[in-house]
């Protein structure tokens, strides 16, 4: 039973922040690369971040550079997306989704092999 289940969607304001949860069962999250995706309506899902598994690098999409911060809880076998300085084109259905092996590009939706149901984030006055 691998499962990931992201958490912690909802309404903010324009400015403000929220941090998302992405818990896995079923497997080590330590082992994975995690990214983070989002689909607004009427567009192509997108990468948004991506922590590696073995060094914690980071990676951000430059719409989100300097706002957006992913990290790790190994002892909550939990990743986290920080997400500050919202702007209502953050307005999305986040994913997050566990790769083993980063064959590709970190934000190419092939490179993943679990993926998560959805969280909604609106961002909106």
């Known amino acids: 039973q691998v499962q990931l289940v992201e958490s912690g969607g909802g309404l903010v304001q324009p400015g403000g922040s929220v941090r998302l949860s992405c818990a896995a069962s079923g497997f080590t999250l330590d082992y994975y690369a995690i990214g983070w995706f989002r689909q607004a309506p009427g567009k192509e899902r997108e990468g948004v971040s991506c922590?590696?598994?073995?060094?914690?690098?980071?990676y951000y999409a430059d719409s989100v550079k300097g706002r957006f911060t992913s990290s790790r809880d190994s002892a909550k076998n939990t990743v986290y997306l920080q997400m500050n300085s919202l702007k209502p084109e953050d307005t999305a259905v986040y994913y997050c989704a566990a790769s083993r092996s980063l064959s590709y590009r970190w934000n190419r939706q092939r490179g993943y092999d679990y993926w998560g149901q959805g969280t909604q984030v609106t961002v909106s006055s």
């Open positions: 922590i590696s598994a073995s060094s914690g690098t980071t």
